[in-house]
């Protein structure tokens, strides 16, 4: 059948239509997305302002369009951290809801965790063994880990790249005590929790999904996008530790010419590195492996599972 998955991140609003049947890969057919921003689309009360609702309620429309366009026969929406967490959420979605018609179903931290497991399970399979699987988003830090299909451990914490930019970079080049104020915070916030993982020893394969762990992968050398999802990747811990105080240093225009580095989010990228270190630091890795695979395509998979009646 021909799905379209509706993401609305806290940065990015992304409908993908995919062929999934059962026993194969999701076959990507197409994909329309758009720089939502959310999760800077916050007031001083924690509310989605009236400028975010409006992009949301108007990317929402747009792909109804596109997924009818593609012949989708469902459309399965969801959204993450930045409307999960804002303090008008129910309101946001009863107006996406009644101007489109599209009730957005909200994640819980938790099941972004599982269900960005699923889909890095599937990718490598069995013979990876016991996996630990980091996340960073927009809004939030994912971590699962575990031997099986569904994580032994699976929680979230609110250190997206955006949430952070926004907290601690408000204007201009961080300085030496934001810097050192926001590592702090992300490490204590990892570390209170890290038993979860920690009790159950070293995994045989420690991996990053997503767009920040992939830009950061991009950084230290990692092959582009260009080549392919089949090309192996990884982000080492002694090559993002090297760069941390480059990119603290770099305004605008250094950015752009990273390799990886979109214009909308130049200025996530100090914090997602501190936050990326933070994790391989804390829970004693070296690298972290990436998936092209994670949450769009857990949800995929939950799905084609329950056509099956497997699940």
């Not at 992968?217 to 092959?223: L, T, V, Y």
């Amino acid at each position: 059948m021909r799905l379209g998955v509706l993401d609305i991140g806290s940065n990015t609003g992304h409908l993908l239509v995919v062929d999934a049947h059962d026993g194969a890969a999701p076959l990507p057919a197409y994909s329309h997305k758009e720089p939502l921003r959310l999760a800077e689309h916050l007031d001083e009360s924690g509310a989605v302002t009236r400028a975010g609702v409006e992009a949301l309620a108007a990317f929402v429309a747009s792909a109804i369009v596109v997924a009818e366009d593609k012949g989708c026969e469902e459309m399965l929406g969801f959204a993450t951290s930045a409307v999960r967490d804002a303090v008008n959420s129910e309101d946001v979605l009863a107006e996406v809801g009644a101007r489109t018609g599209v009730a957005l179903e909200v994640l819980s931290g938790a099941d972004e965790a599982r269900l960005t497991f699923l889909a890095v399970r599937r990718w490598f399979g069995w013979s990876a063994g016991r996996l630990a699987v980091f996340d960073i988003g927009g809004g939030s830090l994912e971590i699962a880990g575990g031997a099986n299909e569904a994580p032994d451990v699976a929680w979230s914490m609110p250190l997206g790249a955006a949430r952070l930019a926004r907290e601690f970079f408000s204007v201009g080049l961080p300085g030496e005590a934001e810097v050192r104020n926001l590592r702090k915070r992300i490490r204590a916030e990892i570390a209170r929790d890290a038993g979860r993982l920690l009790r159950y020893g070293q995994p045989d394969k420690a991996v990053a999904t997503s767009k920040t762990f992939r830009s950061l992968a991009r950084i230290c050398g990692a092959a582009p996008s260009s080549a392919g999802a089949l090309v192996p990747r990884a982000l080492p811990l002694e090559e993002i530790s090297a760069w941390i105080p480059k990119l603290i240093e770099m305004d605008d225009e250094k950015f752009a010419a990273l390799p990886g580095v979109s214009a909308s989010r130049a200025h996530q990228v100090v914090p997602g590195a501190l936050v990326a270190e933070a994790c391989m630091d804390i829970f004693g890795l070296g690298e972290l492996e990436i998936c092209p695979w994670a949450l769009r395509e857990g949800v995929i998979l939950e799905r084609i599972d329950l056509l099956d009646g497997t699940d």
